[in-house]
C-alpha cells in the first residue's frame, strides 16, 4: 500500500485545509499534496510531480482522517437491531443470550461491513473492540476482514464469553497473539480489551500480566453504571497496569479519584457519547475531563444501536457537553454566556485525539512527513455544501457522511468523488446477509423480533391536567397516540 491505486502522486487544489497542527493553523485556498504514503506538501500553489492525479477541492474541506478509538465492528452485521435497547438489554443479548451463537463467519461479515462503512465515512483508523471472540478461529475471521479493506486498524483482542483471566491464559490465544504482534505494521496492529469488575481480589492481574508480558496495551470500558466503576480504576491504577497506553471507554460514572488517577498515569479516554447517552453508562464525560486535563478521543461504539460515523460523534459530543454545561449553570441560578466547547475542540479530538490516544505520532495532522491519511469534505450538490465561513463548525455540525467525497489511506485514494475504490460491498452485503439469515433461523422468528423490540415500561401515562382541553385534537391524532404508546396515553 505504499502507493495511491493509480501509482502516481496526488495533489488536493484550492482547498480550506484543516492542518490539526499544533497551533490549528487553517489555511483557504491551500494545496495537500501527497507523494507515496506521505504528506509530501501543505500550502498554497504547491508544485506536483509530473502525472500527478489532480484533485479539485474548491469549496471543500481538507482534514486529516478521523480516528475512532473504540467500535465493536463485529456487531455492525446487526445493524440498527438494537436501536431501542437499553445497556440492560444489550447485556442480556450479547454477552448472556445470543452473543455466543455467532460463528467466525459471522465476525467476519460483521467486521468486512464495518470496515468498509469506516472508509465510507472518512475514518481511516478503527479500534476494532473485538469482544466476541470465543476461538482463535473468530479471531482469524476478524483479521481476515480488516486486511480485505484498505484501512487502518487495531485489533483490540477481547472476549465476552469467558472470563479475562481464563482466555488469556490460553496457550492458543497467546500464540495468535504473538503472530499479531510480530506481524504488526503501521496498517494492522494488535492490543487487549477486557473490562475491570472492582471485585476487590482483582481477579484480572493474570490478564495484565499476560498483556504485559507480550508488550501490548490494554483497552477497557470504565464508569459504565451498573458494570464497573471507581474500584476498577483504583485497582488498575493501585497495581500497576495504569499506562499511558491504556484507553479507558466511557469513564462515565467515576469520581473524581479516578478521573485524577487517570490524569497522572497518562491514559486517555474514548467518549462515545451517542452510546453513552442512550444506553445509559452515565453522562457523557467530556464536561468534567476537562478539568482534570485527561486526553480525549471520539468513538461510535457499536452499529447495533448508532451511527458508525465520527459526525454523529462530534456533534452529539459538542450538543452533550453544553447542555451539561447551561444545566450546571441553571442548577445555580446563573447564565452561561460563553461554552467552554468548541467545534474546533471536538474535531480535535476526531483526529488528533484519537492519534494521540494510540501512540500514532505520525496520524492525525496534515504536516510534511506524516502519514498520508486524509479527506476531502465537499459535495457541490447538497444546499449544505456553502457559505463555508466558520471550517469546524461546518464539519462538526454541517456535514455528513455523504459529503465525504474523497479519503486517502497511507497515500492510497479509497475513496474518490463520493465513490469507494477497490473495494467489494457485495461481498459484504452477501456475508451480512448470510449471517442474518442463520441468525434469525437459530433464533426463530418470536425470539428474534422481541430481541429488537423490548417491552415498553408500563408507567408511561399523561399527567392530569387541571385546565380543560380545547378539542384541537382529532379522534385520528388520539388514536395514533394510543397505538404508539398504549391506552394510557390518553387517559
Ligand atoms: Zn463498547
Redesign the pocket.
Known amino acids: 500500500m505504499a502507493e495511491n491505486s493509480s501509482g502516481k502522486a496526488v495533489v488536493l487544489r484550492h482547498g480550506t485545509v484543516l492542518t490539526m497542527d499544533v497551533n490549528r493553523q487553517v489555511l483557504t485556498d491551500a494545496d495537500v499534496l501527497v507523494v507515496g504514503d506521505r504528506i509530501a506538501g501543505v500550502g498554497p500553489n504547491l508544485e506536483a510531480p509530473p502525472g500527478a492525479e489532480e484533485i479539485d477541492a474548491t469549496g471543500g474541506i481538507v482534514m486529516p482522517g478521523m480516528i475512532d478509538t473504540?467500535r465493536?465492528m463485529w456487531q455492525t452485521a446487526m445493524r440498527g437491531y438494537g436501536a431501542d435497547w437499553t445497556l440492560t438489554q444489550y447485556f442480556v443479548w450479547y454477552y448472556l443470550e445470543h452473543g455466543r451463537t455467532f460463528r467466525p463467519e459471522d465476525i467476519y461479515a460483521g467486521n468486512l461491513l464495518g470496515a468498509i462503512e469506516a472508509i465510507d465515512a472518512g475514518v481511516t483508523t478503527t479500534v476494532d473492540?473485538s469482544?466476541g471472540l470465543q476461538s482463535v478461529d473468530h479471531a482469524a475471521a476478524a483479521v481476515q476482514a480488516l486486511q480485505e479493506v484498505p484501512a487502518r486498524f487495531v485489533l483490540a483482542y477481547g472476549n465476552i464469553q469467558a472470563a479475562p483471566w481464563d482466555w488469556t491464559a490460553q496457550p492458543e490465544v497467546r500464540r495468535f497473539l504473538e503472530q499479531r504482534r510480530d506481524a504488526a505494521d503501521d496498517r494492522l496492529s494488535v492490543q487487549f480489551a477486557f473490562d475491570v469488575t472492582g471485585d476487590p481480589t482483582f481477579p484480572e492481574r493474570p490478564a495484565f500480566e499476560v498483556a504485559r508480558d507480550l508488550g501490548l496495551p490494554v483497552t477497557t470500558?470504565a464508569g459504565v453504571w451498573g458494570a464497573t466503576n471507581d474500584d476498577g480504576i483504583r485497582l488498575i491504577h493501585e497495581n500497576g497496569f495504569a499506562t499511558p497506553e491504556t484507553v479507558y471507554?466511557?469513564a462515565a460514572t467515576l469520581s473524581e479519584d479516578s478521573y485524577l488517577r487517570i490524569a497522572a498515569s497518562g491514559g486517555s479516554i474514548s467518549v462515545?457519547t451517542e452510546?453513552e447517552q442512550s444506553a445509559g453508562q452515565g453522562y457523557p464525560p467530556t464536561w468534567q475531563v476537562r478539568r482534570y486535563d485527561i486526553p480525549v478521543s471520539l468513538?461510535m461504539?457499536?452499529s447495533v444501536w448508532w451511527s458508525g460515523d465520527l459526525f454523529s460523534a462530534m456533534r452529539a459530543t459538542l450538543g452533550a457537553d453544553r447542555a451539561r454545561e447551561h444545566l450546571e449553570a441553571h442548577v445555580a441560578g446563573e447564565t452561561v454566556t460563553s461554552a467552554h466547547l468548541r467545534a474546533e475542540h471536538v474535531v480535535d479530538w476526531a483526529t488528533r485525539g484519537g492519534a494521540q490516544a494510540l501512540g500514532r505520532d505520525d496520524l492525525g495532522r496534515l504536516e510534511v512527513g506524516q502519514k498520508a491519511d486524509l479527506i476531502l469534505i465537499k459535495n457541490d450538490n447538497s444546499p449544505v455544501s456553502f457559505p463555508l465561513l466558520n471550517p469546524y463548525g461546518h464539519v462538526a455540525f454541517q456535514a455528513q457522511r455523504a459529503d465525504v467525497h474523497t479519503v486517502i489511506i497511507d497515500g492510497q485514494i479509497v475513496k474518490r468523488d463520493g465513490h469507494l475504490v477497490g473495494v467489494d460491498l457485495a461481498k459484504a452485503r452477501s456475508a451480512v446477509e448470510s449471517t442474518v439469515e442463520y441468525l434469525r433461523s437459530s433464533m426463530g422468528e418470536e425470539v428474534w423480533q422481541a430481541g429488537m423490540h423490548p417491552d415498553l415500561p408500563s408507567d408511561d401515562k399523561v399527567l392530569d391536567n387541571p385546565y380543560t382541553y380545547t378539542d384541537f385534537r382529532t379522534a385520528a391524532t388520539r388514536e395514533a397516540r394510543e397505538s404508539i404508546f398504549g391506552e394510557a396515553a390518553s387517559s
Open positions: 473504540h465493536h473492540w469482544h470500558h471507554v466511557h462515545s452510546s468513538s461504539d457499536t
